[in-house]
C-alpha cells in the first residue's frame, strides 16, 4: 500500500511540475506541489514549491504557516519562527489573484 501511495504522489508531484511549467505565475499550482512533495516527504522540495509560492503571493500567510511547520519538522527553528510570525500578520484564506 505504501508503494502504491509512493507512486501517486510521485504522479501528482509530476502533474504539478508540469502544471507549473504552463502557468507557472500561479500560486496554487506551486501549493498544490508543495503539499505533494510534502506527502511524498520530499522536505526541501515542498520548502522550494512554498517559497515559489510565497514570492507569487507574499500576502498569503497560510503558506508561511506551512512552509514554517517543515522547517520545524527537519530541525530549522529560526526560519519557522520567522515564518509563523510572517503568517500570523497576514490573511490565511485568499490568493491575490481571486481578488
Known sequence: MRRKLAGMYKDAIDDYKKAVAIQ?????FHRCLAHACLEADRLREAIDAFTQAISLDPEFGRNYQE???????IGEMEKARQDFKAAS??????YKWRK
Open 24 to 28: 507557472g505565475d500561479d500560486p496554487t
Open 67 to 73: 512552509r514554517g511547520e517543515i522547517y520545524s519538522k
Open 89 to 94: 500578520k497576514r490573511p490565511q484564506s485568499s
